[in-house]
């Protein structure tokens, strides 16, 4: 049984906030062999993320997603090698961490958004040229407009996008839960001081099988003290 009050309302969503799965530049570059931004061990990190993934398949959990593209001849946010390069097949997402029910709302940087998104998908995609999730003003829009919500973050660039997203979330008065070992760090030398900034902002860390397994305790064995609040 976990013993933190926001992975005990990740198993009861009669109680808890709504559920997102942030997954955030899950792409062949970073995560499969032989990608420019590959290290060691990502493939295993990126069987964490498909675990993530597959709970939110079954849990109907709604998942917000983000796609790096860099342009041809310009240099990446995110490694010295050229990486996540329009058309190459760096840039594609991992074919499981795409759901039946998606919509890609590519590289539009507008804040118009289609009716009841989360109605008629499951996930939903931005594509963006930085490494911000909130300099994509269609994403920040469909977040902020966000009722009370805890995130559960995986992905690629924890010095970089994670961080950004993670923080960025938690000033808007999200609940936020990094899965620590499903993000990978790039080999990235400001990895340690953006886990250190994401806990001084109140990001909880668990692992994947914390998260997936997360069940409510019955009503007299439920505490509050300390909860992360998503408003």
Same mark, same amino acid.
């Given at each position: 049984?976990?013993?933190?009050?926001?992975?005990?309302?990740?198993?009861?969503?009669?109680?808890?906030?709504?559920?997102?799965?942030?997954?955030?530049?899950?792409?062949?570059?970073?995560?499969?062999?032989?990608?420019?931004?590959?290290?060691?061990?990502?493939?295993?990190?990126?069987?964490?993320?498909?675990?993530?993934?597959?709970?939110?398949?079954?849990?109907?959990?709604?998942?917000?997603?983000?796609?790096?593209?860099?342009?041809?001849?310009?240099?990446?946010?995110?490694?010295?090698?050229?990486?996540?390069?329009?058309?190459?097949?760096?840039?594609?997402?991992?074919?499981?961490?795409?759901?039946?029910?998606?919509?890609?709302?590519?590289?539009?940087?507008?804040?118009?958004?289609?009716?009841?998104?989360?109605?008629?998908?499951?996930?939903?995609?931005?594509?963006?040229?930085?490494?911000?999730?909130?300099?994509?003003?269609?994403?920040?829009?469909?977040?902020?407009?966000?009722?009370?919500?805890?995130?559960?973050?995986?992905?690629?660039?924890?010095? #970089?996008?994670?961080?950004?997203?993670?923080?960025?979330? =938690?000033? &808007?008065?999200? @609940? !936020?839960?990094? %899965? $620590?070992?499903?993000?990978?760090?790039? #080999?990235?030398?400001?990895?340690?001081?953006?886990?250190? =900034?994401? &806990?001084?902002? @109140? !990001?909880?860390? %668990? $692992?994947?099988?914390?998260?997936?397994?997360?069940?409510?305790?019955?009503?007299?064995?439920?505490?509050?003290?300390?909860?992360?609040?998503?408003?």
């Amino acid at each position: 049984m976990n013993s933190w009050p926001e992975l005990r309302q990740l198993g009861d969503p009669s109680r808890t906030p709504e559920r997102i799965l942030l997954d955030i530049e899950t792409q062949r570059d970073f995560f499969e062999a032989g990608g420019s931004c590959y290290v060691a061990g990502s493939s295993v990190i990126a069987q964490r993320v498909y675990r993530l993934f597959n709970w939110a398949r079954i849990e109907g959990v709604h998942v917000i997603s983000t796609v790096l593209r860099t342009r041809r001849g310009e240099r990446g946010p995110m490694g010295s090698d050229d990486h996540c390069v329009d058309g190459s097949d760096g840039e594609q997402k991992l074919d499981r961490t795409i759901l039946d029910t998606c919509i890609n709302l590519g590289l539009r940087n507008s804040t118009d958004l289609p009716l009841d998104l989360f109605d008629r998908f499951q996930q939903v995609i931005f594509e963006k040229r930085n490494t911000d999730i909130f300099k994509h003003a269609r994403a920040e829009r469909l977040i902020t407009e966000l009722g009370q919500t805890t995130f559960i973050i995986c992905g690629a660039g924890v010095a #970089g996008p994670i961080v950004q997203a993670a923080i960025g979330l =938690r000033v &808007r008065g999200f @609940g !936020v839960i990094l %899965a $620590s070992d499903a993000v990978v760090d790039l #080999g990235c030398s400001e990895a340690d001081l953006a886990y250190k =900034r994401m &806990r001084a902002k @109140g !990001v909880v860390f %668990a $692992s994947t099988s914390q998260i997936v397994t997360a069940r409510a305790l019955p009503p007299r064995a439920r505490s509050f003290s300390g909860a992360l609040s998503a408003g």
